[in-house]
């Protein structure tokens, strides 16, 4: 069974501070990983996406992967309120097209 | 602009109806895709589509059902709805871009089956 886990959270940061979001997967096959944001009540809306070891960096989004340890993680500069939502991470295996979801981490970024 | 659209948006129906909720897309992709959303399941992958007339089964699919007949459409039919079907219900649609298979989501339908 291909998993995907992250904390469930609520994580919760001051405005302005660091948020730091992890994601470890089972798959050692996986191949291209993704970052979605979900705001209660919307639909998931994708963010960021990574594919090679190291950083990927996207305004105040960075994306970090490491294959040997399968662990994936997304880190947000200079919070703000309006990044307060549920942060689902996303991995596809390879030519495999489905993606495998984990349940998400809420975030909270406090004024 | 292209986009993804699902009606209606909260439906409310009984135990035993056939349901069928929409799924339309103007992107122009290949790759369709029905979840079902839960608290603590997170997105749960129903039915699938890779084109034109290929419908394949997900983790969920018992008591769902999916036909494609065109390109833009992935219509989800509900055979005869029970209460464990209530749920938030999102299409998505995809096509490879430069080796990446990035997905887009609808709005989502609220289904209530009483």
């Known amino acids: 069974q291909k998993e995907v886990e992250q904390n469930s959270g609520p994580l919760s940061v001051p405005e302005g501070a660091i948020a730091s979001l992890n994601c470890t997967y089972s798959?050692?096959?996986?191949?291209?990983f993704f970052w979605y944001r979900q705001y209660s009540g919307k639909s998931p809306e994708l963010i960021m996406f990574?594919?090679s070891n190291g950083d990927k960096e996207d305004g105040r989004f960075t994306a970090q992967l490491n294959k040997a340890s399968q662990y994936v993680s997304l880190l947000i500069r200079d919070s703000q309120p309006s990044d307060s939502a549920t942060y689902l991470c996303a991995v596809n295996a390879g030519n495999n097209r489905k993606l495998i979801w984990g349940l998400g981490t809420s975030l909270a970024v406090n004024p | 602009d292209a986009e993804i659209t699902q009606s209606p948006r909260h439906k409310i129906t009984e135990t035993g109806r056939q349901v069928t909720l929409a799924c339309h897309q103007t992107?122009?992709?290949?790759?369709m895709f029905w979840y079902r959303q839960d608290l603590g399941h997170g997105l749960r992958l129903i039915h699938y589509s890779y084109g034109v007339q290929d419908t394949n089964k997900g983790e969920v699919s018992d008591g769902y059902s999916v036909s494609r007949s065109n390109t833009e459409d992935l219509p989800l039919t509900l055979e005869s709805a029970a209460s464990s079907q209530t749920s938030v219900y999102f299409c998505a649609s995809s096509e490879v871009r430069g080796g990446i298979d990035e997905q887009f989501f609808g709005p989502g339908t609220r289904l209530t089956v009483l």
């Open positions: 990574i594919y």
């Open positions: 798959d050692r096959g996986s191949q291209s």
């Open positions: 992107w122009n992709h290949n790759n």
